[in-house]
């Protein structure tokens, strides 16, 4: 079981460029997120899916966009990078409304 | 506004000593209320939650967190700390009237000292 899957693990991008993080998740779990870490700040959110075919903006969601594809995977997009989005990026996923959060291995990512 | 309060970036305990990493919260509804650990260049994994009932939650490795609504805290304790359980924790709320978004503290980095 390999639980919340991340891609790639580290990516160094250019102001500009365009990418796509991937995160799957293999518990049959209804709800993804995806947040972004950054020191001092915790864990802010920057998009969720209740279900699929669902997707609604978190707290930071300017410069990203999301899809999720089917139940197993949300994918988390940026298309034009700037070096504000330099952080550790984790998705998540729950199995229902109130259990807890299961973590990627994160993403860390930074745009030079 | 939901919020979680971690007043504390830094806490240091001698090995053996007891620990306490606070967590204060405001949400709307009734608090579903989270602790999760993160070693470094890691996810966050989960240590315990309280739901309902008991205010006095065990969880793993030996932590528990007790739940006080008047004070609206759930403070993470532990009666012996070990070195390994240096790391950075965080605390996290959901409310009965939030939806689906969980709210994070801003960690609390735990250093205990051999």
């Known amino acids: 079981n390999a639980g919340v899957t991340q891609t790639p693990k580290f990516q160094v991008l250019k102001t500009g460029q365009s990418m796509t993080l991937q995160c799957a998740q293999d518990m049959n779990h209804n709800s993804m997120y995806w947040y972004r870490q950054d020191p001092g700040m915790g864990l802010r959110l920057i998009y969720y899916?209740?279900?699929?075919?669902?997707?609604d903006k978190g707290e930071v969601p300017n410069g990203y966009n999301v899809s999720r594809l089917n139940k197993r995977e949300f994918s988390l997009r940026l298309e034009s990078a700037a070096p504000s989005q330099t952080s550790v990026y984790f998705c998540a996923s729950i199995p229902r409304w109130i259990a807890e959060a299961f973590f990627g291995q994160g993403t860390r990512l930074t745009v030079v | 506004a939901q919020s979680v309060a971690q007043p504390e970036d830094q806490v240091n305990v001698a090995e053996g000593n007891p620990l306490t990493v606070k967590c204060t919260y405001s949400?709307?509804?009734?608090?579903?209320l989270f602790w999760y650990v993160q070693y470094p260049n890691r996810g966050l994994q989960f240590l315990l939650k309280y739901i309902t009932g008991d205010n006095l939650v065990k969880g793993s490795y030996g932590f528990e967190a007790e739940f006080n609504k008047s004070q609206t805290s759930f403070h993470l304790k532990k009666p012996s700390a070990l070195v390994s359980d240096s790391a950075l924790y965080f605390c996290?709320?959901?409310?009965?009237?939030?939806?689906?978004?969980?709210?994070f503290g801003t960690g609390t980095s735990l250093t205990v000292i051999p």
């Open positions: 996290a709320v959901r409310g009965s009237n939030t939806g689906n978004q969980f709210y």
């Open positions: 949400v709307s509804g009734n608090p579903y």
């Open positions: 899916s209740a279900s699929e075919g669902t997707t």
